[in-house]
């Protein structure tokens, strides 16, 4: 899947956005700049929601979520909240994201009556989700795609949603979360409202596979890969008489990732794999046993990423990062473009940054910009 072009008229701080991410461009890596506040995360979250949720009773209520934010004016009916073409298998597939209330006025629009048409005859459309504005007032969300009947679009949004991915920072506000919830963010230790937000994003990647924020987890992650790994080697000695590789495989991955340590894996005494360690060689030497809790900053964000990234087996997925470069020294910012490619080919990145060095690391066609268009002009400009 490639994310060919994402068109959004409307929404926060979003107006007239039109971006393509070139498919001839290689690597698919695709930095997304703009000033602070220009949308970049508003825009990241906008497309991991419609295309991660659209396709799932259980991840509705996040559309919901949007939908409040995204509410139609009461003068009008109709609101594309965003047009976004999908590369797959040598096609383009250009799904409309639109609500329509459920109030029309006597003389629709075109389009509108268009639309009315195709909903009834089940055309080239799909319902997504609905909401109750008020006992008599709703809005629905429908998925609009020109030449698929819904039954098709239901199969290819559920494909679709299975390769898109999102990971930001835990500290960001998520606009698929309640308003409430992200309210919490800013009464952090003041009550327990400060674990709302926590539960809130715990429950959300519960929910959303897709949904990662980087933060200290990725020690389960490290566990689960390595579990999986124990399984298959014990797999393949049950088939064949002999371990697998795949332990030895990943004991050797994660040290060339950790530069100057190396893993090992500790087992409780009945033998099950329940924690990791890291030994550092001094300079003297000695060997210094760490935890993940004696890591740095920016070598925990690092290993979270490269965790995540291989505990996702993502093949062929559309991957949205959100301020990757936060913790890490320029030579890194510069190289986690490399790093991504290597760590699991074939995706496309798609990179919320305001590291110059980071676009560095690719062509200037490669980098891609929200203008602000929502800023008013100044009188001599
Ligand atoms: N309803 C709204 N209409 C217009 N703008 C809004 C609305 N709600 C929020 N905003 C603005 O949208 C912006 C949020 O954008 P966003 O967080 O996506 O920016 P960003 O590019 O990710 O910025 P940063 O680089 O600082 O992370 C803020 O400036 C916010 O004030
Ligand atoms: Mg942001």
Not at 76 to 89: C, G
Not at 305 to 317: F, L, Q, R, V
Not at 369 to 379: D, F, G, Y
């Amino acid at each position: 899947m490639h994310l060919l072009r994402v068109q959004v008229p409307e929404f926060r701080a979003l107006k007239d956005v039109d971006i393509t991410f070139e498919k001839e461009l290689f690597p698919k890596v695709f930095p997304l700049g703009s000033l602070n506040g220009g949308g970049k995360s508003t825009l990241l979250q906008l497309i991991f929601t419609l295309l991660h949720c659209s396709d799932s009773e259980e991840r509705q209520i996040y559309l919901l979520n949007l939908l409040k934010i995204a509410k139609i004016e009461s003068n009008s009916e109709i609101k594309t909240l965003a047009k976004i073409d999908i590369y797959h298998e040598g096609e383009i597939v250009c799904l409309e994201f639109i609500c329509l209330r459920n109030v029309f006025s006597e003389e629709p629009s075109d389009k509108l009556a268009e639309l009315i048409s195709n909903i009834e005859e089940e055309q080239n459309i799909r319902q997504v989700c609905k909401i109750s504005w008020t006992q008599y007032e709703r809005e629905s969300l429908f998925c609009y795609v020109e030449g698929m009947i819904g039954t098709q679009i239901s199969l290819f949004l559920s494909n679709l949603s299975s390769k898109v991915f999102l990971a930001a920072p835990p500290t960001q506000v998520f606009l698929f979360l309640e308003r409430d919830d992200n309210r919490a963010l800013f009464q952090a230790q003041k009550n327990h409202d400060s674990f709302k937000i926590h539960d809130a994003i715990l429950s959300a990647k519960s929910k959303l596979p897709g949904f990662f924020t980087y933060d200290f987890v990725s020690v389960d992650l490290i566990l689960e890969a390595f579990q999986k790994a124990i399984n298959l080697d014990f797999k393949e000695y049950l088939e064949t008489g002999n371990y697998g590789e795949n332990v030895n495989k990943l004991i050797s991955e994660y040290n060339l990732l950790l530069l100057d340590k190396q893993i090992a894996l500790i087992p409780d005494e009945s033998g099950k794999l329940t924690k990791i360690a890291f030994k550092l060689n001094s300079n003297n030497g000695k060997t210094i046993n760490l935890g993940p809790e004696d890591f740095s900053h920016g070598e925990l964000k690092r290993l979270s990423i490269y965790s995540w990234i291989k505990n996702c087996n993502m093949t062929d997925a559309i991957v949205l990062m959100d301020e990757i470069e936060i913790a890490l020294h320029p030579d890194w910012q510069y190289q986690i473009v490399n790093d991504l490619v290597e760590w699991s080919p074939g995706n496309q990145y798609i990179l919320a940054t305001h590291s110059y060095e980071l676009c560095q690391a690719l062509t200037p066609a490669h980098v891609k910009e929200i203008e602000p268009r929502l800023l008013k002009q100044s009188a001599n400009s």
